[in-house]
């Protein structure tokens, strides 16, 4: 896929429009068989919601104290996109693999020769920059041909340890970890915070960081290769009310501080969508399909 200058321009300003919630009411049409919506979840309208309600899910106890476990299926959670898990559960099976493996990273080829229930998808919200709390570690992995979301949320700051803990014992059983930023970022942070709470983290597994693969493959005919450039070109999926990240932080500490779950299924939402555009952008890059992009 090579794009001319003026073109190059053009997908630029589109996607910062789709991007941008100031431009959403100018954006440009889409043609409706080229783009998805993904819609943040709606809440009853009124006084504080609480957590349950919110996101439904357990609370599950350790050793260093209890967390809340939201645990879904893709086809609960967006059964348009239902699709995508038949794709990726056959990439990763090895049945469409096209790749050039001589100019592939170690890491791709690791997960190109692992079994599908190898992979672990992992992205992590946190209260500010590195160093800070980190309050949500989502998860995703595939189960019985099911492509299955696991959300640990701390519910206040004292639940940290209980979610970094829990991580570290899936991270243990995991034949790959597949992250986007992650190898700069997410790991780094678990791992800072563990040492925090004196927590011991075990080594990671072979680390796909879907970051560095995109650069490599993309960064001369994109804009940038932020995840939801990435996502809006290459997965025409647009987010409508998607919450910023750079609210999430206040978001969290609001309901700390009040209870009110409102904003918290937002933000578990758009965890959701970070890691289901990994997937799909690893099936991009296992197959070596170069997506059309039509301006």
């Known amino acids: 896929m090579a794009l001319s200058e003026s073109r190059r321009k053009k997908l630029e300003m589109l996607i910062r429009s789709v991007t941008d919630k100031k431009a959403e009411v100018s954006a440009p049409k889409l043609r409706a068989d080229d783009s998805r919506l993904a819609l943040a979840p709606e809440l009853p309208s009124g006084g504080p919601v609480p957590l ?37 559960a056959a990439v990763l099976r090895g049945a469409r693999h096209r790749f050039d493996e001589l100019a592939a990273s170690a890491e791709l080829c690791h997960v190109a020769n692992g079994a599908p229930g190898d992979p672990l998808f992992m992205d992590i919200e946190s209260c500010g920059l590195s160093g800070a709390c980190i309050f949500l570690v989502g998860l995703m992995f595939f189960r019985d041909d099911q492509l299955v979301f696991d959300q640990l949320l701390a519910r206040h700051y004292g639940e940290e340890p209980a979610i970094l803990d829990a991580f570290g014992r899936r991270l243990e059983q995991a034949g790959t970890l597949i992250t986007f930023n992650g190898k700069s970022f997410d790991i780094t942070c678990i791992r800072d915070r563990a040492i925090f709470h004196a ?8 680390h796909l960081d879907i970051l560095h693969e995109a650069r490599r493959r993309w960064r001369k005919d994109l804009p940038n290769c932020k995840l939801q450039t990435l996502e809006y070109t290459f997965c025409r999926r647009r987010r409508i009310g998607d919450i910023p ?11 700390v501080a009040g209870s ?32 059309d992009v039509d301006l």
């Open 260 to 291: 009110d779950a409102r904003r918290l299924g937002a933000i578990l939402h758009h965890n959701l969508l970070d890691m289901l555009t990994m997937g799909q952008l690893l099936c991009l890059l296992l197959t070596g399909e170069e997506p």
């Open 245 to 255: 990240g750079d609210q999430i932080p206040d978001a969290y500490h609001d309901f």
């Open 52 to 88: 349950a309600e919110a996101v439904p899910g357990v609370e599950v106890a350790t050793d260093h104290g209890p967390y809340w476990l939201v645990s879904r299926t893709l086809a609960e959670v967006s059964p348009d996109d239902v699709s995508a898990q038949a794709e990726l």
């Open 199 to 206: 927590l011991d983290i075990p080594p990671d597994p072979p």
